[in-house]
C-alpha cells in the first residue's frame, strides 16, 4: 500500500501531523509493506528566495491578525508539538521560500533517503535555533548531508535551478486535481484521503481500513496461456 502526503516544510501542522501519523503507522501490523512518498505543496510559492521573514511579522500581514493574536496561535503549535513529542520554538523563527527544499526531498526520493531528510528539514525549522532560510545553500548542504545524501549531489541540484523543479511542480498540481488545498493532506492507495493533522487514531483507522478494503486483482482470462515462472517457461509443442 502507498501512502503520499503532500506537505510543505514551512506548515508547522505539518510537522505535527506527520509525528501522529509516524505514531499510527508504527503500530499499524502491516508498516512493513506499506510505501510513504512525500509530494511537494508550497503555502507561499511566490515568495522570492531571498524574501525572509519573522514568522510572526508573516502571520500579521498575511492573515491580518494581531502579533499577539500570532502569537498566541505559536503558543498552541508550541503545546501541541510537546504534547507528540515534538519540539518547537514559539519566539524567533523565520519564514521563506521553500521551493529548493521541495527540489531537494525530490532527490532525497530518488536515493531512499526522503523521510530522513523531511525530518530533518522539519526539526531545523521549527526546533533549531539557526534558520533555514537566511543562511543560504550551504545549510540546507549541511541538512542534506546529515540525512545521508552526497554533498557534490547536493551541491549540484541546489546550482541548478532546473533540477527537479518539474517535479515538484508536477506534485503541486496534482494536488490541486485531488482537491488539496491545504495541507497536510495524505492520500492512502489513490483511494483514501485525510486532510490535516489528524489525532493518531484517525490515521490509524485510515490505515485499517484503507488496508481491509484494498481490491484483490481481477483476471481477465483464466484460460491456460505461455508464460514464465520460477522454474523457467513454458515452451509450446511444435
Same mark, same amino acid.
Given at each position: 500500500m502507498r501512502v503520499e502526503i503532500w506537505t510543505d516544510i514551512a506548515c508547522p501542522w505539518c510537522y505535527v501531523g506527520k509525528a501522529r501519523f509516524d505514531k499510527a503507522l508504527a503500530a499499524f501490523p502491516h508498516r512493513d509493506r506499506v510505501e510513504v512518498v512525500h509530494r511537494s505543496f508550497e503555502l507561499d510559492p511566490g515568495r522570492a528566495k531571498g524574501d525572509v521573514q519573522p514568522v510572526l511579522?508573516?502571520?500579521?500581514r498575511?492573515?491580518?491578525?494581531s502579533e499577539a493574536q500570532a502569537q498566541a496561535g505559536e503558543d498552541n503549535l508550541g503545546a501541541q508539538a510537546?504534547?507528540?513529542?515534538?519540539?518547537?520554538?514559539?519566539?524567533?523563527?523565520?519564514?521563506?521560500?521553500?521551493?529548493?527544499m521541495h527540489r !531537494?526531498?525530490? *532527490? #532525497?526520493? &530518488?536515493? %531512499?533517503?526522503? @523521510?530522513?531528510?523531511?525530518?530533518?528539514?522539519?526539526?531545523?525549522?521549527?526546533?533549531?535555533?539557526?534558520s533555514v532560510f537566511s543562511e543560504g545553500d550551504?545549510? !540546507?548542504?549541511? *541538512? #542534506?548531508? &546529515?540525512? %545521508?545524501?552526497? @554533498?557534490?549531489?547536493v551541491r549540484r541540484v541546489l546550482a541548478d535551478p532546473g533540477a527537479y523543479a518539474d517535479d515538484v511542480r508536477a506534485d503541486e498540481r496534482e494536488a490541486a486535481q485531488l482537491g488539496a488545498n491545504g495541507v497536510p493532506f495524505f492520500v492512502l492507495d489513490r483511494a483514501y484521503g485525510v486532510s490535516g493533522a489528524q489525532p493518531t487514531e484517525v490515521f490509524t483507522q485510515a490505515l485499517t481500513q484503507a488496508w481491509g478494503e484494498r481490491s484483490p486483482l481481477k483476471l481477465v482470462d483464466q484460460g491456460d496461456a505461455e508464460a514464465c515462472g520460477p522454474d523457467g517457461c513454458a515452451v509450446p509443442g511444435r
Open positions: 511579522t508573516m502571520l500579521t498575511k492573515y491580518g491578525m510537546a504534547a507528540e513529542g515534538l519540539d518547537y520554538r514559539t519566539r524567533d523563527r523565520d519564514h521563506g521560500n521553500t521551493f529548493d !531537494l526531498l525530490h *532527490l #532525497a526520493n &530518488e536515493r %531512499g533517503r526522503q @523521510d530522513e531528510l523531511i525530518q530533518i528539514l522539519y526539526r531545523a525549522n521549527f526546533a533549531e535555533a539557526r550551504e545549510r !540546507l548542504v549541511e *541538512l #542534506a548531508v &546529515e540525512a %545521508g545524501l552526497d @554533498d557534490a549531489e
